[in-house]
C-alpha cells in the first residue's frame, strides 16, 4: 500500500476584516503578517501538481486546512484540493480547522465541508472515524477543541481509545493532529503538545497501530518503533510551507507492506526548480525525543 501524507496546508483565504471576531483578529493578523509569506501559492500549486501526477493507494491529510477557520476558508480550502479529492482521500481536522467556537456550533464548519472524506463514523460519541483502503484500517482523531489565544495544545480521552480497541480487528493506521512524541530540539510547550500524550501512548500499546501519521509542528521526522510507542510516528508538517532554519518542511510517502513493515521517502520544495525533490529522511529512535 503506497501512502501520501500531507499536513498543515493553512491555504491563504483573504477575509474581510469587519467580519472577524475575537480570538480570530489576533491570528488572521499573525497569519497576514508573518506566516502568509511562507506559503506562497506556487509552491500550494506545484504540491497539489506533484499528488495529482502520482500513483498511490491512499492520501492522508493530517489536518490544519485552514487559518482561523472563518467560513470563507473551509470552501476554498476544498477548491485548493479538488484536484486530489478523491475515494482514496482521509482528512482529518486540525487545532486551526477548531480555531473558534463558531467552527464547531451551530454547525460544525470542518465537516459541512468535508464530510465524503472522513470516512465512516465509528462512535456516537466521540469523534472516531475509520476507512478501508488498501486492506488497512485508517482510523481519525480529533485531538482539537476550540481554545483562548495562545493556546494550540490537544487532548484524547481514554475512552475513545478503548472504542479504537474496538473496532480494529486488522492492522490499522492512526490519524491525528498533534504528536506523540518529538525530537529533543523540537519538544513543545505545554500550550502546544497534546497534555495526555503520554496516557495516550501508553493505553495505545495493548493495540498498536503500525503507523501514527500527525502534523501541528511544522518540521519533517519519522520516529522508529520503541518500548514506550511500538510505532512508527510520522509527520509531514506543514507541506505548503517554505523551509527555514527551523521548519524542514515537505511531505512523505510511504509504502506499507501487509506486514506492517514500511519504507519511506521524503520530498521538499525546492524554490530554485519550483519542484519537489525526494530528500533526506530525518529519522530517529525514540531515545533520541520525548513523549
Known amino acids: 500500500m503506497k501512502i501520501v501524507h500531507i499536513s498543515d496546508l ?15 483578529i489576533i491570528g488572521y493578523l499573525n497569519y497576514a503578517a508573518r506566516r502568509q509569506k511562507k506559503y506562497p501559492p506556487l509552491l500550494i500549486e506545484t504540491l497539489i501538481q506533484t499528488i495529482k501526477k502520482l500513483e498511490y493507494d491512499a492520501l492522508v491529510i493530517s489536518g490544519d486546512l485552514t487559518n482561523v477557520s472563518h467560513p470563507a476558508e473551509f470552501p476554498q480550502a476544498k477548491e485548493w484540493l479538488k484536484p486530489i479529492l478523491d475515494d482514496r482521500t482521509f482528512i482529518i481536522p486540525g487545532n486551526h480547522d477548531r480555531y473558534k467556537t463558531e467552527s464547531v456550533q451551530p454547525v460544525l464548519l470542518f465537516e459541512k465541508e468535508f464530510l465524503p472524506f472522513l470516512g465512516e463514523e465509528a462512535s456516537k460519541t ?116 517554505l523551509s527555514d532554519s527551523k521548519h524542514i518542511s515537505g511531505f512523505h510517502i510511504i509504502d506499507l507492506e501487509k506486514n506492517g513493515n514500511a519504507t ?26 520525548v513523549i
Open 264 to 289: 519511506f521517502r521524503r520530498f521538499g520544495y525546492h524554490t530554485e526548480t519550483n519542484q519537489f525533490l525526494e530528500s533526506p529522511l530525518l529519522i530517529y529512535d525514540e531515545e533520541d525525543g
Open 126 to 241: 466521540n469523534y472516531l472515524r475509520k476507512k478501508e483502503i488498501g486492506g488497512f484500517t485508517l482510523v481519525g482523531w480529533d485531538s482539537n477543541r476550540p481554545l483562548p489565544v495562545a493556546k494550540a495544545n490537544g487532548v484524547v480521552k481514554p475512552e475513545i481509545i478503548s472504542e479504537t480497541n474496538s473496532i480494529v480487528n486488522k492492522p490499522y493506521i492512526l490519524v491525528c493532529h498533534h504528536p506523540l512524541w518529538n525530537p529533543k530540539f523540537q519538544e513543545e510547550s505545554s500550550g502546544h503538545k497534546m497534555v495526555n500524550r503520554k496516557e495516550v501512548a501508553s493505553l495505545l500499546k495493548e493495540k498498536p497501530p503500525v503507523l501514527y501519521l500527525h502534523g501541528h509542528t511544522h518540521t519533517n521526522w519519522i520516529k522508529r518503533p520503541g518500548e514506550k510507542a511500538p510505532f512508527y510516528i510520522i509527520n509531514s508538517a506543514s507541506s505548503t510551507r
Open 10 to 24: 493553512h491555504f491563504p483565504t483573504k477575509i474581510p476584516f469587519f467580519s472577524l471576531r475575537g480570538k480570530s
